[in-house]
């Protein structure tokens, strides 16, 4: 943890928010209109490492309103931009040619989309940061969270935001700003899937202890403008199973929303087994399925980006209290994973979140654990939402697609009457202790992209827009330099080639094959996350890099 230094300015808040995402949004506009109410002042900051609110934020999305009614109310009046309303919802098992279309009367009526909303989650927080900043929010863009502060108790003070300015060696440029402290009586961590801040609070005040390890998907998106005849506004398209090889569980969403667009995307669930398996190349792949491509035929593709997604729902959250603060949304897990669906649960732990601050702070409390929090978050709607679906990630880790989905859906609809036929299992392995070795493991041989429905990574990097400061410290480090090639590289063909959807990790050799060195190209990287997850010795340390750089989506 960090240490105060003399060269640093520091700055007081009563709450201090990482991340302007749904959760930490919404905590600051709760707070607000808790204030306001009360009559009372209260300073609050939210922190943002994007180069503007909405640049790192990637989901599908169709949005359960269910938070947003209960946070703004009158969300339509105030133009928020969620305007296409479901109309239409499929869910397809593919094969290699044909697909079945389960009936929707096979789902529990909490599975259906109708009355949901397509839309860019990046957009909505950007519309929620306007909100939030005419209540008196201070966002700051730009400016990564590098470490927090604890105080001479062990409770966390604040935060730390990364120096700016320090070149790729460690000296300093000219030009160099030391990093700014923001200290406050409660600082809430709202990062988004495996933050690096939330990293570090879990293990240091061992949050996860007694819970199941958490759980990880991949999604990858691309947004596509459509031929005017192939769109069909409204429509939601999910689908699993083929080019999917045994052993790998995920599947596909395409939602149609206004001005022609579709959102396309593919998740793969990160507990896969095959290290030879690309979840990049498995994407392109499936936008070949006549199912798919006949939408996409005559579009064209304008944007990209990845994210990892928590995947372990109830069983692995984590407390969600420490000394000082909390963590909010995704940076604790909330995602439905039968639903694809998180923003709500998000939005909901924010504002819960944020209450349980208010009343701490006006009974004079700064920096103790808020025990009201987590027993808040149990009472609601979010842990019932979880609750039901508690089983159907590991019935389709063990079972697989076809079976563990089928097993998953009786499951839920017994829950949906009060009961389970399972009570509630288990995820026993991290996702990157999942791995067969390379040589136990079938080959995969992708196609080809063909440059019309599937891509390169190359080009797909270059639309979602990234960018870093070349000169500055590698943000993907290594605990040892010789993990790659020395372990990985024999015994699992060093996954990190493949499972990185931006191409910024490489093996390269010499023309006769000698001399294999592991090469990171973090300028590519789009801040998924993948890497800090599936390296199998979990050699790989995702740090923040400098403030600002990453992607810019927009739209997405």
Same mark, same amino acid.
């Not at 306007?130 to 400016?143: H, S």
């Not at 009586?185 to 933050?195: A, F, N, P, Q, S």
């Not at 400061?469 to 060093?494: C, G, R, Y």
């Given at each position: 943890?960090?240490?105060?230094?003399?060269?640093?300015?520091?700055?007081?808040?009563?709450?201090?928010?990482?991340?302007?995402?749904?959760?930490?949004?919404?905590?600051?506009?709760?707070?607000?209109?808790?204030?306001?109410?009360?009559?009372?002042?209260?300073?609050?900051?939210?922190?943002?490492?994007?180069?503007?609110?909405?640049?790192? +934020?990637?989901?599908?999305?169709?949005?359960?309103?269910?938070?947003?009614?209960?946070?703004?109310?009158?969300?339509?009046? $105030?133009?928020?931009?969620?305007?296409? =309303?479901?109309?239409?919802?499929?869910?397809?098992?593919?094969?290699?040619?044909?697909?079945?279309?389960?009936?929707?009367?096979?789902?529990?009526?909490?599975?259906?989309?109708?009355?949901?909303?397509?839309?860019?989650?990046?957009?909505?927080?950007?519309?929620?940061?306007?909100?939030?900043?005419?209540?008196?929010?201070?966002?700051?863009?730009?400016?990564?969270?590098?470490?927090?502060?604890?105080?001479?108790?062990?409770?966390?003070?604040?935060?730390? !935001?990364?120096?700016?300015?320090?070149?790729?060696?460690?000296?300093?440029?000219?030009?160099? !700003?030391?990093?700014?402290?923001?200290? @406050?009586?409660?600082?809430?961590?709202?990062?988004?899937?495996?933050?690096?801040?939330?990293?570090?609070?879990?293990? #240091?005040?061992?949050?996860?202890?007694? %819970?199941?390890?958490?759980?990880?998907?991949?999604? +990858?998106?691309?947004?596509?403008?459509?031929?005017?005849?192939?769109?069909?506004?409204?429509?939601?398209?999910?689908?699993?199973?083929?080019?999917?090889?045994?052993?790998?569980?995920?599947?596909?969403?395409?939602?149609?929303?206004?001005?022609?667009? @579709?959102?396309?995307?593919?998740?793969?669930?990160?507990?896969?087994?095959?290290?030879? /398996?690309?979840? &990049?190349? =498995?994407?392109?792949?499936?936008?070949?399925?006549?199912?798919?491509?006949?939408?996409?035929?005559?579009? $064209?593709?304008?944007?990209?980006?990845?994210?990892?997604?928590?995947?372990?729902?109830?069983?692995?959250?984590?407390?969600?209290? &420490? *000394?000082?603060?909390?963590? +909010?949304?995704?940076?604790?897990?909330?995602?439905?994973?039968?639903?694809?669906?998180?923003?709500?649960? @998000?939005?909901?732990?924010?504002?819960?979140?944020?209450?349980?601050? &208010?009343? @701490?702070?006006?009974?004079?409390?700064? %920096?103790?654990?808020?025990?009201?929090? =987590?027993?808040?978050?149990?009472?609601?709607?979010?842990?019932?939402?979880?609750? %039901?679906?508690?089983?159907?990630?590991? /019935?389709?880790? #063990?079972?697989?697609?076809?079976?563990?989905?089928?097993?998953?859906?009786?499951?839920?609809?017994?829950?949906?009457?009060?009961?389970?036929?399972?009570?509630?299992?288990?995820?026993?392995?991290?996702?990157?202790?999942?791995?067969?070795?390379?040589?136990?493991?079938?080959?995969?041989?992708?196609?080809?992209?063909?440059?019309?429905?599937?891509?390169?990574?190359?080009?797909?990097?270059?639309?979602?827009?990234?960018?870093?400061?070349?000169?500055?410290?590698?943000?993907?480090?290594?605990?040892?330099?010789?993990?790659?090639?020395?372990?990985?590289?024999?015994? &699992?063909?060093?996954?990190?080639?493949?499972?990185?959807?931006?191409?910024?990790?490489?093996?390269?050799?010499?023309?006769?094959?000698?001399? *294999?060195?592991?090469?990171?190209?973090?300028?590519?990287?789009?801040?998924?996350?993948?890497?800090?997850?599936?390296?199998?010795?979990?050699?790989?340390?995702?740090?923040?890099?400098?403030?600002?750089?990453?992607?810019?989506?927009?739209?997405?």
């Amino acid at each position: 943890m960090s240490e105060t230094d003399a060269e640093r300015e520091s700055m007081e808040y009563d709450v201090v928010i990482v991340g302007a995402g749904p959760a930490g949004l919404a905590a600051a506009i709760r707070l607000k209109q808790l204030a306001a109410e009360a009559e009372r002042e209260l300073s609050v900051a939210v922190l943002e490492k994007g180069a503007e609110v909405g640049a790192h +934020i990637l989901s599908g999305a169709v949005i359960d309103p269910k938070g947003l009614n209960e946070l703004i109310p009158d969300w339509k009046d $105030k133009d928020a931009p969620l305007k296409t =309303e479901v109309k239409k919802d499929k869910f397809l098992f593919l094969g290699p040619a044909g697909a079945i279309r389960f009936p929707n009367i096979f789902f529990p009526p909490f599975m259906s989309n109708h009355g949901m909303y397509i839309g860019s989650l990046g957009n909505l927080c950007r519309w929620l940061a306007e909100q939030a900043e005419a209540m008196g929010v201070e966002i700051y863009p730009g400016f990564a969270v590098a470490d927090v502060v604890l105080d001479d108790e062990g409770a966390v003070k604040g935060v730390v !935001t990364g120096d700016f300015g320090v070149a790729k060696d460690g000296s300093r440029k000219g030009g160099y !700003t030391p990093g700014m402290e923001l200290h @406050a009586k409660y600082t809430l961590i709202g990062e988004g899937v495996r933050g690096s801040v939330a990293k570090k609070l879990i293990n #240091t005040f061992e949050l996860s202890k007694g %819970r199941d390890p958490q759980k990880f998907g991949i999604g +990858i998106k691309e947004l596509w403008e459509l031929d005017p005849e192939r769109h069909d506004e409204g429509l939601v398209v999910h689908t699993t199973g083929w080019p999917l090889p045994r052993g790998a569980g995920g599947g596909s969403f395409m939602y149609h929303f206004e001005g022609n667009l @579709a959102s396309v995307g593919f998740v793969v669930h990160l507990n896969y087994t095959n290290p030879h /398996l690309s979840p &990049f190349d =498995e994407m392109q792949q499936h936008k070949h399925h006549p199912s798919i491509a006949r939408y996409l035929e005559g579009g $064209k593709r304008i944007s990209y980006g990845a994210r990892a997604i928590t995947e372990g729902g109830l069983q692995s959250v984590p407390k969600l209290a &420490f *000394p000082g603060g909390a963590l +909010i949304g995704c940076s604790a897990g909330f995602v439905n994973v039968p639903r694809i669906k998180g923003t709500h649960n @998000a939005m909901k732990t924010g504002m819960l979140c944020a209450e349980s601050v &208010f009343a @701490a702070i006006g009974e004079g409390r700064a %920096r103790d654990e808020l025990e009201t929090y =987590e027993p808040a978050v149990k009472a609601s709607w979010v842990w019932k939402d979880l609750k %039901r679906v508690r089983n159907v990630k590991p /019935l389709w880790s #063990t079972f697989g697609s076809f079976i563990g989905l089928g097993l998953g859906g009786i499951d839920m609809w017994t829950n949906f009457f009060g009961f389970s036929l399972f009570g509630t299992l288990h995820h026993r392995k991290p996702d990157h202790a999942t791995l067969q070795k390379a040589s136990d493991a079938k080959p995969i041989d992708y196609p080809k992209p063909d440059g019309v429905l599937s891509f390169d990574k190359l080009s797909s990097v270059f639309l979602s827009n990234t960018n870093h400061e070349e000169d500055q410290p590698v943000h993907l480090t290594l605990k040892d330099a010789s993990v790659p090639i020395d372990h990985n590289l024999p015994n &699992f063909d060093e996954p990190a080639q493949r499972y990185c959807p931006a191409g910024v990790y490489e093996v390269v050799r010499e023309d006769d094959g000698s001399n *294999p060195r592991f090469v990171i190209n973090a300028q590519n990287c789009v801040h998924c996350k993948t890497c800090d997850i599936k390296d199998p010795t979990q050699n790989i340390n995702w740090v923040v890099p400098e403030g600002g750089g990453g992607p810019v989506y927009p739209n997405m």
